[in-house]
């Protein structure tokens, strides 16, 4: 049988699965919200299902140390 594996990043956050959460993400996470990418779990960082505004404060506050 044959096995489909995930080697999408852990990191929470972490959406070009470079291991660093940082202004690069940020940039992903709202180019997904645009619609110019695709659906990452990484980016929902609040688990409600839906990237969004909200999700970018919880990450520019994780990139801030806050």
């Known amino acids: ?5 995930d080697f999408s990043s852990s990191l929470p956050g972490d959406l070009n ?4 959460v940082n202004v690069l993400d940020v940039v992903i996470m709202v ?3 645009l619609g110019l990418e695709d659906y990452n779990q990484a980016g929902d960082l609040n688990s409600d299902g839906i990237i ?9 506050n994780l ?4």
């Open 17 to 20: 699965d470079d291991g660093q």
């Open 1 to 5: 049988t044959c096995v489909e594996m």
């Open 31 to 33: 180019n997904i919200i």
């Open 63 to 66: 990139i801030l140390g806050g």
């Open 52 to 60: 969004n505004v909200l999700d970018v404060v919880i990450l520019v």
